[in-house]
Nanobody, 123 residues
């Protein structure tokens, strides 16, 4: 599994960004894909996950109602639409692939991780 995250940048508070996570391989729909984020000086934390078929998703309370995860299996890509961004959303965002849609808040059991993309939200 190889993942490539992109789409980060600098945005003002209240603005929006869309992150992309592109997968290179033949079995993209077999993997649930999560987004994690690591704020400066803090631990990496779970943000969102979507199942392999796109029918199920879940979010951390801190992003629920503002972020939307989606996927296009034909393009082997997962997206994270981030609206209503806050300075506390500033972080490096990572996508990660997991074979099973369970125990996904923990960082254990992920088959692969993307390299991370930096999101900076100014106040």
């Amino acid at each position: 599994v190889q993942l490539q995250a992109s789409g980060g940048g600098l945005v003002q508070a209240g603005g929006s960004l869309r992150l992309s996570c592109a997968y290179s391989g033949r079995t993209f729909s077999s993997f649930a894909i999560s987004w994690f984020r690591q704020p400066p000086g803090k631990e990496r934390e779970f943000a969102a996950i979507i199942s392999g078929d796109g029918g199920t998703s879940d979010y951390a309370d801190s992003v629920k109602g503002r972020f939307t995860i989606s996927r296009d299996n034909a393009k082997s890509t997962v997206y994270l639409q981030m609206n209503g961004l806050k300075p506390e959303d500033t972080a490096v965002y990572y996508c990660a692939a997991k074979l099973y849609y369970w125990d996904y808040v923990s960082q254990r059991g992920y088959a692969d991780w993307g390299q991370g993309t930096l999101v900076t939200v100014s106040s």
